[in-house]
């Protein structure tokens, strides 16, 4: 079945401990993103891949970072995680040629 | 820069209504344009596109036309059923910020029975 998939679908931490929530398609999608979902700020891009490794900085990338080193996988990961980072975020990917993203089922992130 | 702006909601309707969300959208170059369905505790996915100005996208019901002239792309369903309750998204992708995507703010639909 052709999905993206995300882990963990929960996540309840405390401040400054690194986490990395990771991110994995089975599609052979050459674009993949990270989205936050925020209630009144809909979706806002953290960051995006067009290719291995090739990142680009989103709207909000502050106190994140990412790495592609394979196609298929695009983990997040905060390095000092903030209570202003709690939020739903969103795994996507899809084919250059087609701008359709599909998306991950979420992860909620809470930052104590 | 690019932008979308959407109907603020929540937007609650009688089961058989006809159901607009307005969107518009603002883009330096010529992006392709998109409605997202958000269910409860579930991921997005894709209801609708249209990658042209006057293109129509449509599906299960719901249509929205990417009017250039205007810069909107409104979704419209001439009957909601109680199953259309749901997060509706507009997006807008643009080849000319290297196929960044933009969402809106969503709006939340309710049918009540």
């Known amino acids: 079945e052709a999905q993206v998939t995300q882990n963990p679908r929960y996540l309840i931490t405390v401040t400054g401990k690194k986490l990395t929530v990771t991110c994995s398609q089975n599609?052979?999608?050459?674009?993949m993103s990270w989205y936050r979902q925020d209630p009144g700020l809909g979706l806002r891009q953290i960051y995006y891949?067009?290719?291995?490794?090739?990142?680009d900085k989103g709207d909000v990338p502050e106190g994140y970072k990412v790495s592609r080193k394979e196609k298929r996988n695009f983990p997040l990961i905060l390095e000092s995680p903030s209570p202003n980072q709690t939020s739903l975020y969103f795994c996507?990917?899809?084919?250059?040629?087609?701008?359709?993203?599909?998306f991950g089922p979420g992860t909620r992130l809470t930052v104590l | 820069g690019n932008s979308v702006t959407q109907m603020e909601g929540p937007v609650t309707l009688s089961e058989e209504a006809f159901l607009t969300i307005n969107c518009t959208y603002t883009?330096?170059?010529?992006?392709?344009l998109f409605w997202y369905v958000q269910y409860p505790g579930e991921g997005l996915q894709l209801l609708l596109k249209a990658t042209k100005a006057d293109d129509k996208g449509s599906n299960k019901g719901f249509e929205a036309t990417y009017r250039k002239e205007t810069t909107s792309f409104h979704l419209e369903k001439g009957s909601v059923q109680v199953s259309d309750s749901a997060v509706y998204f507009c997006?807008?992708?643009?080849?000319?910020?290297?196929?960044?995507?933009?969402f809106g703010t969503g709006t939340s639909l309710t049918v009540i029975p």
């Open positions: 996507a990917s899809s084919l250059l040629s087609s701008p359709e993203q599909f």
């Open positions: 883009a330096t170059g010529y992006p392709s």
């Open positions: 891949s067009m290719n291995v490794e090739v990142t």
């Open positions: 599609m052979n999608h050459e674009y």
């Open positions: 997006a807008l992708s643009d080849s000319d910020t290297g196929n960044q995507f933009y």
